[in-house]
Nanobody, 123 residues
Framework: QVQLVESGGGLVQAGGSLRLSCAASGRTSSSYAMGWFRQAPGKEREFVGAISWSGGSRYTADSMKERITISRDRAKNTAHLQMNSLKFEDTAVYYC????????????????WGQGTQVTVSS
């Protein structure tokens, strides 16, 4: 069973940066692709970006690709989401997901999720 633990959320002023981390554990977790989604109040869960199990491939949402970087530390089995130039509309709960498929499947098909971490951007 793969488990994910997220960290790094918080309150930041508009224009600031945050780095979220997602630590994976479990026997097969290193072979899973990892991704990030976010959900703002009253809105559906939205894809942010994903990285393959090797870290060699990644893709991000067009709306954010100029402001985010996704990386993976395979030795620590941890994925990171670096977000820069944050905007008020980036406020959401950010979820890490792990999926044995690449590219990631739709969120309703993904079984492994982190607990979520709140990101609040003040204007």
């Amino acid at each position: 069973q793969v488990q994910l633990v997220e960290s790094g959320g918080g309150l930041v002023q508009a224009g600031g940066s945050l780095r979220l981390s997602c630590a994976a554990s479990g026997r097969t977790s290193s072979s899973y692709a990892m991704g990030w989604f976010r959900q703002a109040p009253g809105k559906e869960r939205e894809f942010v970006g994903a990285i393959s199990w090797s870290g060699g491939s990644r893709y991000t949402a067009d709306s954010m690709k100029e402001r985010i970087t996704i990386s993976r530390d395979r030795a620590k089995n941890t994925a990171h989401l670096q977000m820069n130039s944050l905007k008020f509309e980036d406020t959401a709960v950010y979820y890490c997901a792990a999926d044995p498929f690449w590219p990631l499947r739709a969120p309703e098909l993904i079984d492994v999720w982190g607990q979520g971490t709140q990101v609040t951007v003040s204007s």
